[in-house]
């Protein structure tokens, strides 16, 4: 027998036992498996508030209001329609219970519905606050009954946005009607955001100009 040979025969027993030394280490090892999120407590509640079950639903919102309401209080402050914003929060996740698949925290889950209810509260008093910021110019200087009449100063402001140019009118209803930002209108409209900006000057100085019987 040659000294190659002698040495690869030699060479076997090691080459076995790093086999064995991986054989024995894939089999000890410990299983890797998907972090559980949920208690089994969790899981029981939430099965049992799929199924409508009223007793589950009321532990479930027992549970996690007091969290909703805080997170609600750290974005809002004080409001005073939190209780309500609350409920819609609780109702969405009570609707949206068949599509939680258990990948995160409940807590997480709740913190994502509250979070998104509260964009789209804010997202809806902005758009508020700009209709009624127009229509409060708008009313400047007019008759006494136009000022105490919204229906009428309502119906006055459509009659006026009809009379301005396509390009004016669109940007001034994005903006004032639904609550876009000049970035967004930008977009939709895609010019630049100064062609923008610009547009939605000249709407608000036409607008002036008619309200004021200067046009």
Do not use: C
């Not at 972090?35 to 089994?40: C, D, G, I």
């Not at 007793?55 to 005073?80: C, I, K, M, N, T």
């Not at 609707?95 to 509260?118: D, E, H, M, P, V």
């Not at 895609?190 to 000249?202: E, H, I, N, Y």
């Amino acid at each position: 027998m040659t000294r190659n040979a002698r040495t690869m025969d030699e060479a076997l027993p090691i080459a076995d036992l790093f086999v064995a030394d991986a054989t024995t280490d894939a089999a000890t090892a410990p299983e890797t498996r998907a972090p559980e999120y949920l208690t089994t407590e969790e899981q029981l509640v939430l099965a049992g508030a799929r199924a409508g079950n009223p007793r589950a639903l009321r532990q479930f919102y027992e549970a996690h209001q007091s969290q909703v309401r805080g997170h609600l209080y750290r974005l809002l402050g004080p409001d005073s329609e939190i209780d309500d914003i609350v409920q819609t929060v609780f109702a969405r996740a009570f609707a949206a219970l068949g599509t939680f698949k258990g990948n995160s925290a409940l807590s997480t889950w709740l913190y994502r519905i509250t979070t998104n209810t509260t964009h789209n509260l804010l997202r809806q008093r902005f758009r508020r606050n700009r209709v009624k910021s127009a229509f409060q110019w708008w009313t400047d200087g007019r008759d006494a009954h136009l000022q105490s009449g919204r229906v009428d100063v309502r119906g006055e402001a459509e009659r006026l946005l009809q009379r301005l140019a396509p390009d004016l009118r669109e940007v001034f209803v994005f903006y004032h009607y639904e609550g876009l930002t000049l970035q967004e209108i930008s977009q939709i409209l895609d010019k630049p955001v100064s062609t923008v900006g610009d547009r939605l000057t000249r709407a608000r100085k036409r607008l002036h100009d008619l309200v004021h019987g200067d046009a």
